[in-house]
């Protein structure tokens, strides 16, 4: 995946979150327990869509591996949210970071394990 699609993808999923956290007065009418757990959500996805942002500046592979998991994390609750509310941003959101948990994860263990097999032949 090249660096633009990546950017991309990232800003995508940092409005997603603004878009979230926006929507929450207008949508509850005010302050409420549910209101703050919906603000809440949107704040954690742009939390999770900032910290891809830097680690795709930062190469250290401890803070991959953190931003990694927090992208896991994400998506699975987007997955958990999909049964109850089934639209597109809820599967965007789903896409989004679980390609970035793929890229930031698994993909650079992938490559680790096959190097060594490269140099074999």
Request: contains cysteine; positive net charge; charged residues 5%.
């Amino acid at each position: 995946m090249t660096g633009k699609a990546l950017w991309f993808l990232a800003s995508m999923g940092l409005l997603l979150g603004v878009l979230h956290l926006a929507l929450t007065l207008p949508i509850y009418g005010g302050l409420s327990l549910e209101a703050l757990w919906f603000g809440g959500s949107g704040l954690a996805i742009v939390c999770c869509a900032l910290m891809n942002l830097v680690a795709l500046r930062n190469s250290a592979l401890s803070s991959r591996w953190a931003v990694a998991l927090a992208n896991l994390l994400v998506a699975g609750f987007f997955a958990v949210a999909w049964p109850l509310l089934p639209s597109p941003q809820v599967a965007a959101g789903f896409a989004i970071f679980i390609t970035f948990a793929a890229y930031f994860g698994l993909i650079p263990l992938w490559r680790r394990k096959a190097a060594p097999r490269a140099t074999k032949t």
